[in-house]
């Protein structure tokens, strides 16, 4: 998955032009910037790879997130469903607008459930969120169905699977919002950065003032802009943003690299008929960033994730137990813990989440997400694949 693979001197031809001109802010100071405005030139490239009429480009995938609530109204007295099992940044995005998260199992996709979906819509539900976790994607159109019949916002997390598709559709367009990380371990990485995706004019249009303090960026006087409602400071420097143009030009060539790997670890890992994969929804194509295996119980998960790592086959996850990616690491969303008081609807709502999730205890236990990495070369992947083999044959 990570881009920083694959640095080298197209990123770094993109950094010396705002070196050079020393504008190093996305707003402003024309005069002095030789015609680089690199997070503009950066959200057009996203818009446009990513067929989507809009795309604003913020600093984290978080900011994303937050940004993209933000501007679709989302804040003190919605639900958001969201996944038990995803990255922190969903339940910090979604409080830090004034809503209340809502936990929600999973299935064998490994991301929302639409059974348990439904029946975790109340009448505070505003969003569904689901998280395209590890590079494949939640079944979209069974999601869509939901929100269209209860007039819900589908707002996709697609941080960890930028460049997969659903029903020929890149990830984070088929929702109303459609969100991206470019943090440091993301397939695309500009360092720190996000991008957010919508074909709605208003949603665009509420997310450009958002992320700036609520500037209106009209006219060339930045000092004498209007504020038509408050906002933050969620912006992307032009160093980040000049990273990401070199990066997002290389994601084809980087998808292929995962698909080529990806396919070579999962048609050996084939052999062994006690391993089964992680279900993609019809229709869907992944971004292969992670191959997702189940093994029969959750001991011989557990025993075949300690067995990988001492036959040196790194980077593999064994989320169920020991990662902050999964519901039953997050005390500090159950209990809550917070620094800043949480609303007394906040609080409330928190209470549901403090139940148990047997659903998604079930497919999680027997999870192993391996990374797939871009710089191997393919005797490092077929080396790879025998040691995998070794490893899980000698615990099954
Ligand atoms: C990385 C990630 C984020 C947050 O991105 P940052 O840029 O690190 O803030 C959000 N959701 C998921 C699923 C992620 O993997």
């Not at 501007?71 to 469903?81: L, R, Y």
């Not at 348990?116 to 994607?137: D, F, L, Q, Y």
């Not at 397939?187 to 997310?207: F, P, Q």
Request: charged fraction near 25%; charge should be negative; proline fraction near 3%.
């Amino acid at each position: 998955m990570p881009g920083f693979e694959l640095f080298g001197t197209e990123e770094k031809k993109e950094v010396q032009d705002v070196l050079d001109n020393g504008v190093l802010m996305r707003y402003g100071f024309d005069g002095n910037r030789n015609g680089h405005h690199k997070a503009l030139e950066l959200e057009r490239d996203l818009a446009s790879r990513m067929q989507t009429e809009f795309a604003q480009v913020v600093s984290s995938g978080t900011a994303a997130l937050t940004v993209a609530l933000a501007s679709a109204g989302v804040g003190s007295g919605d639900e958001v469903i969201m996944p038990t099992f995803t990255f922190v940044a969903s339940f910090e995005a979604i409080l830090s607008v004034g809503a209340t998260p809502i936990l929600c199992d999973i299935d064998d996709t490994l991301t929302l459930d639409p059974k348990a979906v439904k029946e975790a819509i109340t009448s505070k539900t505003k969003v569904v969120m689901p998280v395209h976790m590890c590079g494949s994607m939640a079944d979209l159109k069974a999601l869509k169905t939901i929100c269209d019949e209860h007039n819900l916002i589908l707002l996709e997390d697609a941080c960890q699977a930028i460049g997969g598709t659903f029903d020929s559709k890149p990830l984070g367009s088929y929702g109303d919002l459609g969100c991206f990380s470019f943090d440091y371990v993301k397939t695309v990485t500009c360092g720190e950065g996000g991008g957010l995706i919508t074909n709605s004019k208003k949603y665009a249009e509420n997310a450009h003032k958002y992320q700036d303090h609520g500037h209106d960026h009209i006219g060339n006087d930045r000092g004498a802009e209007t504020h038509p409602f408050l906002g933050y400071n969620y912006r992307l420097s032009e160093l980040n943003a000049a990273v990401g143009i070199a990066q997002l030009r290389k994601l084809d060539h980087t998808l292929d690299l995962q698909k080529k790997n990806y396919t070579i670890l999962r048609d050996a890992l084939t052999a062994i008929p006690e391993v089964t994969f992680r279900r993609v929804p019809e229709t869907g194509v992944e971004s292969y960033a992670f191959l997702n295996l189940f093994l029969p119980t959750e001991d011989l998960a557990r025993k075949g994730h300690k067995i990988l790592g001492e036959h040196g086959v790194d980077a593999c996850f064994y989320w169920f137990d020991n990662n902050w990616h999964y519901y039953k690491k997050w005390e500090h969303l159950l209990e809550p813990k917070s620094l800043n008081k949480l609303s007394e609807e906040q609080q409330t709502g928190l209470q549901k989440n403090n139940r148990s999730f047997n659903a998604s205890d079930a497919w999680m236990g027997r999870t192993i997400s391996c990374l797939i990495k871009v710089s191997w070369s393919e005797s490092d992947v077929k080396e790879r694949a025998s040691k995998m083999i070794e490893a899980l044959q000698s615990i099954l």
